[in-house]
């Protein structure tokens, strides 16, 4: 095959590959939102939790103030170790302070999602909105991803 329209096969396939991994990244002002995912659930799970990371890239703090969605309960949580012991925490709002980055992970900030009415499989999507103080709101969704063999860090919600 001709180098030329090899070189140019290998960008065209490397363009489509990065454009599918960054579908999943969502812009509100100066936030970046990347790659929101929450757990498959079992048949009788009602919570699991979500994860995803916001940066900040402006030179004012905002807030993630809510997640909205069509689940019975959604709370921002953290997770504070108290002897020894993780305990969930509710949270009002988590600070994505100006310049830097809030990662939503196991053993610090999360949403939960409570009181689910139907199992959430891998491969599904979860749409939420998520409210933020100066950003406003934006419609995203959360992949539903498989469990990590039960090392979620949320058996005190129930899963």
Excluded: C, W
Excluded at 115 to 126: R, S
Aim: without cysteine.
């Amino acid at each position: 095959m001709n180098p030329i329209l090899t070189r140019a096969a290998a960008t065209l396939f490397l363009m489509t590959a990065t454009t599918g991994a960054f579908a999943h990244d969502y812009t509100l002002g100066d936030l970046a939102i990347a790659h929101p995912m929450a757990y498959a659930t079992t048949p009788v799970s009602k919570t699991t939790g979500g994860f995803m990371t916001i940066t900040n890239t402006g030179d004012t703090d905002d807030t993630l103030l809510e997640v909205r969605g069509d689940v019975p309960r959604i709370e921002l949580h953290t997770t504070e170790m108290s002897d020894g012991i993780a305990k969930m925490m509710k949270q009002d709002g988590i600070r994505i302070p100006a310049g830097e980055t809030v990662t939503l992970e196991h053993g610090g900030f999360h949403v939960m999602f409570m009181g689910l009415n139907q199992q959430l499989h891998e491969g599904e999507k979860l749409p939420v909105t998520l409210v933020f103080q100066n950003a406003g709101t934006i419609d995203i969704e959360f992949d539903i991803e498989p469990r990590d063999g039960g090392t979620s860090g949320h058996s005190g919600h129930g899963n």
